[in-house]
């Protein structure tokens, strides 16, 4: 039994050393990637439910990686997040949204924020010097950011939204309904839309359909009366769609309407069927 049991302990170590070598070569990676900067924004569309018309853009990560291609976040995010890399791999990764916002002059784009990023001293400042020097209109940006940033430290977080809304960038919080979603602290922020999270989508088919129903009820109502818009995320059927529309939610995003994809050329004009 001793015996075992070290054999059990050498090849756990054995893993953990494997696990510590895979997460320090992937940050190595990161490392080289962000000199080459090998980062690259892809688009997925954000449309109007009633009549699918394209409103705005999320601008998704991804990591064009030599050997495996564009790599999407949950490849790397954690990895990123926890060595502090994340920082530099957003700002390098937004130069290009808002450079991309310059030819492409369509709609509004949303940037996903990490809380620690969004909390740096300088992140209202410097993402406005960034649009001002690619003479982009504020308007046309969002953030996106989650409940867990703005808890962290509320009046430090409501201050950066002002100061960001003041200019004419919004903000939407992501992944709503996954987090604390301590409604009472929802007024207290200038936010612009809420993100239901893709698992309450997902949830209105199938065997938590009433469950999921119930909770998306509660999130428009909430957000009706608050006078926030609402996004619903991953939306991937059309039933999923005809349900968010029926319950009222105004605006949606997932693999129904649009993948991301690398480049949006403008809006792309839809081939009309021949009238007969
Ligand atoms: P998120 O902000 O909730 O982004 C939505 C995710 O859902 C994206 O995954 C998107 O590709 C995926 N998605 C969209 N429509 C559908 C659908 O119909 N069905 C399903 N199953 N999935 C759908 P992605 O691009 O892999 O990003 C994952 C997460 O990584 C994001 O979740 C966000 O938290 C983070 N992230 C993405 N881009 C950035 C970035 O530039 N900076 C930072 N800090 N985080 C980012
Ligand atoms: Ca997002
Ligand atoms: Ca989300
Ligand atoms: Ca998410």
């Given at each position: 039994a001793k015996a075992r049991g070290r054999d059990r302990s050498e090849r756990f170590d054995e893993e953990m050393r494997a696990e510590a070598m895979r997460l320090l070569d992937l940050e190595a990676d990161l490392r080289r990637a962000i000199q080459r900067d090998a980062f690259e924004p892809h688009f997925q569309p954000i449309v109007r439910l009633a009549d699918g018309v394209v409103v705005g853009h999320e601008a998704l990560l991804r990591w064009k990686h030599e050997l495996h291609g564009a790599l999407p976040p949950s490849e790397f995010l954690r990895v990123c997040e926890d060595s502090g890399l994340i920082e530099q791999v957003d700002w390098l990764l937004y130069q290009r949204v808002v450079a991309w916002m310059g030819?492409?002059?369509?709609?509004?784009?949303?940037?996903?924020?990490?809380?620690?990023?969004?909390?740096?001293d300088d992140f209202a400042e410097r993402l406005l010097?960034?649009?001002?020097?690619?003479?982009?209109?504020?308007?046309?940006?969002?953030?996106?950011?989650?409940?867990g940033a703005l808890l962290d430290d509320a009046p430090r977080a409501a201050r950066i939204l002002n100061t960001l809304r003041a200019e004419g960038v919004l903000a939407l919080l992501d992944d709503f309904g996954t987090g604390f979603s301590a409604l009472s602290y929802l007024h207290r922020f200038p936010i612009q839309a809420l993100k239901i999270d893709q698992s309450f989508i997902a949830g209105l088919s199938g065997e938590?359909?009433?469950?999921?129903?119930?909770?998306?009820?509660?999130?428009?109502?909430?957000?009706?009366?608050?006078g926030i818009d609402t996004i619903g995320e991953g939306v991937e059927t059309e039933h999923q769609r005809q349900l968010l529309t029926g319950l009222g939610c105004a605006y949606g995003q997932g693999y129904l309407f649009g993948r991301p994809v690398a480049q949006v050329e403008g809006r792309a004009p839809k081939a009309r069927p021949a009238a007969v």
């Open positions: 030819r492409h002059l369509e709609g509004y784009v949303s940037i996903n924020v990490s809380p620690r990023h969004f909390h740096a010097r960034i649009i001002g020097d690619a003479r982009v209109d504020p308007h046309r940006l969002r953030i996106e950011i989650t409940e938590t359909h009433a469950e999921s129903l119930a909770l998306v009820r509660a999130i428009l109502a909430l957000a009706g009366t608050l």
